[in-house]
């Protein structure tokens, strides 16, 4: 089954009892039993919920794995995969990723003795010398947030099954339209499914998808455990945005690319972001491993000017200034001040994270009328 066709049938079925064509929102906390233990699969709707369970096989299909568990965010698919492990593990994670992702990491699980090694994995040799006994996941995003850096999944993982060591992918970014980390010797991919799966800035939502069913099994005993479940309602419209992801996907990414390369012509503007141009660190690798280069684009202005920014972050009209990504409509934002203002400025300005940085998610909308509202925002 190919993928525009996954995304519509893969693990979805006519409901048995009315022949509903799309997947009802079974809301309910529990099940009636016909005995103790006796009962039609469903016990109680924080362990299992029939929305949920189309959901799960239909992510399942897309990623080319075999289970997914989803969680009631991103981040909550994040602290379900750090819980597979235990106080004095260690994690390497690229130095260049979400800020959520970079403050839960930071502030919440060293507290509990765990330690994360931040490097910069464009190049993989970077990642051996922080291997030790205590190595237990490495952590990649690509592309990164907001930097849209590259990294090679497939030389990552090669690094990683040597030492026996789990390789996570942050595919948020790209979704498995673009890349399936999984057929690259991932071992676990998540998404925050509030982004592109979803599509339409209306849910949040988070899951994970594997292919090896004891870890699969040791995350559903966590999502259970600790109860971070999406509602029912969640998962309908994760469901129903999906349908449209490889239309959407291809219509943000031409419009991404046009967009870009009329970036380049701007006096203002002192480097643009974007993994299709040629001269992008690791653009033969995205070339290699993604579809499409992606809807995210990122740009600085000349001298680093704050104040400039701010202006043409508050002067779009089509571009919504707004956290998030990943939705039909296009949105602008400051990852310094928004999305990754958690990072301290030094951190942050190792990766090339400036202030007058903005990075744009390119929309489906008329790609003519998205140029014209920038260049209106820049002049």
């Not at 959901?55 to 750090?82: M, P, R, V, W, Y």
Request: with cysteine; hydrophobic share 40%.
């Amino acid at each position: 089954m190919k993928f525009a066709t996954k995304v519509i049938h893969a693990g979805i079925e006519p409901d048995p009892s009315t022949g509903a064509i799309m997947t009802p929102i079974f809301q309910t906390s529990t099940y009636v039993q016909n005995a103790p233990g006796n009962h039609k699969g469903y016990e109680y709707a924080r362990t299992q919920n029939p929305t949920r369970d189309a959901l799960q096989k239909n992510l399942a299909a897309l990623e080319n794995g075999t289970h997914a568990i989803c969680f009631s965010s991103g981040l909550a698919a994040t602290d379900g995969i750090i819980k597979l492990f235990s106080s004095g593990d260690e994690v390497i994670s690229t130095n260049d990723l979400y800020g959520g992702t970079y403050r839960a990491f930071t502030k919440v699980y060293e507290r509990f003795g765990m330690k994360f090694h931040f490097t910069d994995m464009t190049d993989v040799n970077n990642i051996s010398p922080l291997i030790n006994a205590n190595t237990k996941m490495i952590w990649i995003e690509t592309p990164t947030n907001p930097m849209l850096n590259i990294i090679d999944i497939a030389a990552v993982c090669k690094i990683a099954k040597e030492k026996n060591i789990l390789v996570c992918v942050d595919n948020t970014f790209a979704s498995p339209y673009l890349q399936t980390p999984l057929d690259l010797g991932a071992d676990i991919v998540m998404h925050s499914a509030t982004k592109f799966l979803g599509g339409h800035s209306d849910v949040i939502h988070g899951c994970v998808i594997v292919k090896e069913k004891t870890l699969a099994d040791k995350l559903y005993f966590i999502q259970n455990a600790t109860g971070a479940v999406p509602g029912p309602q969640d998962c309908f419209l994760i469901l129903r945005g999906i349908k449209t992801l490889h239309l959407r996907m291809q219509r943000s990414c031409e419009n991404a690319e046009k967009i870009a390369h009329f970036l380049l012509t701007q006096p203002k503007i002192e480097k643009v972001y974007y993994p299709g141009f040629t001269d992008h660190k690791n653009h033969d690798i995205a070339k290699k491993q993604m579809r499409m280069f992606g809807a995210m684009v990122s740009f600085t202005l000349k001298g680093d000017n704050f104040e400039e920014a701010k202006r043409i972050l508050s002067s779009t009209k089509l571009f919504s200034l707004a956290e998030s990504l990943g939705g039909v409509e296009s949105l602008i934002g400051h990852p310094a001040s928004m999305t990754h203002a958690s990072i301290p400025k030094e951190e942050r300005m190792k990766t090339g994270l400036v202030d007058s940085l903005i990075r744009l998610s390119v929309g489906v909308e008329d790609v003519d009328d998205l140029i014209d509202d920038l260049k209106k925002a820049l002049n």
